[in-house]
């Protein structure tokens, strides 16, 4: 038992990996485990992301530049399993947070469109606070979010400092 705690900066160039655990706890041992990942410019590309993923795990997330990408053409990922490809809080016991400061996240597929497993649970994700843009310096998150236009294939959501527009769609 105890805490188990890691960190990974990313400020240029290319990772990329298959799956990524920001905060993973394999659910074999009464621990917590605490991931951070704070990216300030390059780009990250997985083919699976998770953001506090078991029980007891903490993941943080601060995207402040480049573009972090969950999914990519042809990752064998099929239609209608969209949200595996990006996955928040495994539970109530985890914490999760990805934070929109000047970075971008691009999550394969169409997100956006209402009534798919994968657009509630993003739409979850904003309105449980998980997902915020400059919240801790203006106490309330903003977006700009588009499918298939800023970047082909894919959500493209990006934090913006609020004006008095909660989210922008495209």
Known sequence: SGVYTGTLNQSGGLFENVELFVGFDNNTAAQIAKGYFTQTGGTNISYKVYVGYGNEA???VSLQGGEMRAGYPGD??????EYTRFRMRYNSSTSASVELVGGTL????DWL??????????????NNGYITSYEGRTGLSAFEMDYNVSNPGYTTIRGLQPRGTLVTLK
């Open 76 to 81: 064998g990922i099929p239609a209608g399993s």
């Open 113 to 126: 469109t209402s009534g798919t497993t994968h657009y509630n649970n993003l739409m979850s994700y904003f």
């Open 58 to 60: 903490e993941g943080y």
């Open 106 to 109: 691009m999550l394969y597929g």
